[in-house]
């Protein structure tokens, strides 16, 4: 067992999946699941994700060996701030945010020092959000992305690895600036993209809005689905995750107006030259899958 | 039996599921097989697809009733050029190119009277391509839009009609110019966005471009997938559909740039509320897919 009590902070897709992997895998004696709802702490009670629910942040981590924290990045500062007093010496504090840097900025001045931060990002997630929506199989085969500070103590990191490890997923360490420019690129600007042109179908007449979600194959279903997202999650990410993404999207725009020019244009050798080129990333992208176990959904 | 003898022009992922479809429906007498690549002639009778392959369109179209273009819309031009003297009076010309109004234009003028012209689109496809990508469950539960003319022959529109849904496809009467708008936002903008995207990924430095692979779930994996399609295909579904294109992606700039200005002045609301917003799409598409069979590739 890696962990005596475990508290998990936000029951939502991602921590109702942790909890269901943590139990399935007996890694803890205890789960204490907090969330602001008490909705939520009931039907995490009923679904018996947890040994004990409750609204009270510094109540719940009381005694707790690991805290992690699941709710959207934007909330971390005022759930260390109500948590922080409850935390025993020797806690692990870590969590699950899609973005790092801005996630170490606002934890660690409110940490005790006796608790040891260890930042990670599992890569995984569907559409679907709320307690019911998780699943214990989520990670398996899947990225978790550990971000250390160079402070943080090696064994409470190893414990981090060993957690992830042990519910089917592959950790790697990675810098914090790192990490969020990657996931910039892989997964914050498609979010972006998809949630914007979703948002530029939505405003058509409703004549054609009619057709676009009735002919909706071929793209832009696959968008919807991206774009169906939890919208608070992702407005913190784009939020704490600024720069990156500011960034990535000025390249972005620049390739596009290359391509909007090209078919004003009629310039066939451009669009056939780029449409070519972008099949490579896709062999990459299948050989890179081809290390994994195939998960049940991405 | 709907059709005596079929020809289909260009066996690629399309034109090779088409051909196993009417087989294994038994829709057709015969089914030739016209294509320039003499490799995929062979290719098509080693795989039992047609029971005779050319490479000369005009020979191959003798006797036929029904002829289908299923090459890239950019060679329609000087496919019916070549096939156009052997066609019989009374034939059939349809096609499934997925842009239709540049289609017509191009075909209508070249086509003897006594030949009926139909114009259509199933609105499937995979990110494969050649006659080895096909499959004959390729069409099942998806739409087929057809784009007669005023001056279409209504006997020959439901002949087509009836191949479409003899092969499990869902007809769809539309006019050609609304079909490329509505096609512009599902299909044609989300394959334009996903090739820049993967191509702005391509242009990185070694190392990050090597990291945006080895992560590339939550999105991008999407994205390359769609951006693995045919090249020459797109190339010319954008150059034949250049002003629905152009003005559906003068919308979405617009968008995008006022999410990237709430990015950078750190407007929380304008994101939520957008984000909250595409889930009603999203709704609205997993209705309307609720109506239809479900397909074993989208």
Chains 1, 2 share one sequence.
Not at 127 to 144: I, K, N, Q, T, V
Not at 172 to 177: V, W
Request: charged share 25%.
């Amino acid at each position: 067992m890696l962990f005596q009590r475990i508290a998990i902070v936000g029951f939502g897709l991602i921590g109702s999946s942790l909890a269901r992997a943590i139990r399935r895998g007996g890694l803890a004696q205890e789960i204490v699941c907090i969330d602001r709802a008490q909705a939520v702490c009931d039907r995490v009670m009923a679904l018996g994700l947890a040994d004990m629910a409750t609204v009270d942040a510094a109540l719940g981590v009381l005694d707790c060996d690991l805290v992690v924290l699941c709710v959207p990045v934007g909330a971390y500062k005022n759930v260390i701030a109500a948590l922080a007093s409850g935390l025993k010496p020797g806690c692990i504090v870590s969590d699950v945010g899609s973005v790092k840097q801005a996630v170490i900025d606002a934890v660690l001045p409110q940490l005790p020092a006796d608790v040891h931060f260890v930042p990670a990002h599992p890569i995984s997630g569907t559409e679907h959000s709320g307690p019911d929506a998780g699943f214990a199989e989520l990670f398996e085969g899947r990225w978790c992305i550990i971000t250390p500070l160079p402070e943080t103590d090696i064994r409470a990191m190893e414990k981090i690895v060993a957690l992830w490890e042990a519910i089917g997923a592959k950790a790697e360490i990675m810098d914090a600036r790192r990490h969020d420019l990657v996931l910039g690129i892989t997964s914050h600007l498609p979010h972006l993209i998809a949630y914007t042109i979703v948002g530029t179908a939505s405003d058509l007449e409703t004549h054609t809005k009619d057709d676009v979600i009735k002919f909706s194959a071929g793209g832009f279903r696959d968008f919807t689905r991206i774009a169906a997202s939890d919208p608070v999650m992702w407005r913190d990410v784009f939020l704490n995750n600024r720069e990156a993404v500011l960034e990535i999207l000025q390249r972005f725009n620049e390739d596009l107006t290359n391509l909007q020019r090209a078919i004003r244009y009629g310039d066939g050798d451009t669009l056939e030259s780029l449409f070519t080129r972008t099949r490579e990333i896709r062999r990459g992208v299948i050989q890179a899958k081809q290390e994994v176990p195939p998960a049940k959904k991405a």
